[in-house]
Structure formats: structure tokens, C-alpha cells
């Protein structure tokens, strides 16, 4: 099994900056692809960043140059370094790893990102 624990979500004005982290516990061996999505009420949830293994990212074309994804594989950890904050980037947050081993994606329990105007 895999957990994953969010945390760095908060209130912050537009223009601002926050850092998401993501602690993976558990069988990471069998991890390979990690991302952060975000669910907006009223909205699906949407991809905002993913890391492969070997470190290859891909972002939402809504975030690119604002928001960087990285690993620390050492500390199992995935972050989202968010800057130039929008009112619009308000949702819930989602960390997310894959495991090609297992078949499936995990889910944290999500932190919320909350950007006054």
C-alpha cells in the first residue's frame, strides 16, 4: 500500500506564493509518475503538474511559469512550488502517485489553496 500526506495549503493574496509538499509512505518502491491536480467547486478535477521517475515534468498550460513540481526522492516527497498566485488557482489540491507495478494511482486527502483578490 501507498499513503500519501499533504500539507502547505492555506489563504494567500493574489500575487503571492505557496509550497505544496507530499509525503509518500509505504510500498514507494513501486512508484513511478507523481502530479498534483486540483478540484475547483463546481469543477472537475483537473492535472496541474507531473514528475516521472526520472524527473520529466508536464504542466497545465493555465499554471506554466508560475508553478514548479519537483522530487526529493530521498525524502519520498513531491512539493509544488506555486507562485504569482490567482484568484482563479483556488481549489482543492491533490497529490497523486502512480504505481506501473500495482496498476492504479493513489490520492492524498487534499489541502486547500485559497487566493483572495
Not at 3 to 26: D, I, K, P, T
Not at 53 to 81: C, E, H, M, P, W
Not at 86 to 105: F, I, L, M, Q
Request: net charge positive; hydrophobic share 30%; glycine share 12%.
Amino acid at each position: 500500500q501507498v499513503q500519501l500526506v499533504e500539507s502547505g495549503g492555506g489563504l494567500v493574496q493574489a500575487g503571492g506564493s505557496l509550497r505544496l509538499s507530499c509525503v509518500v509512505s509505504g510500498s514507494i518502491f513501486s512508484i513511478n509518475a507523481m502530479g498534483w491536480y486540483r478540484q475547483a467547486p463546481g469543477k472537475q478535477r483537473e492535472l496541474v503538474a507531473t514528475i516521472t521517475d526520472y524527473g520529466r515534468t508536464n504542466y497545465a498550460d493555465s499554471v506554466k511559469g508560475r508553478f514548479t513540481i519537483s522530487r526529493d526522492n530521498a525524502k519520498n516527497t513531491v512539493y509544488l512550488q506555486m507562485n504569482s498566485l490567482k484568484p482563479e488557482d483556488t481549489a482543492v489540491y491533490y497529490c497523486n502517485a502512480y504505481s506501473s507495478h500495482a496498476g492504479r494511482d493513489y490520492w492524498g486527502q487534499g489541502t486547500q489553496v485559497t487566493v483572495s483578490s
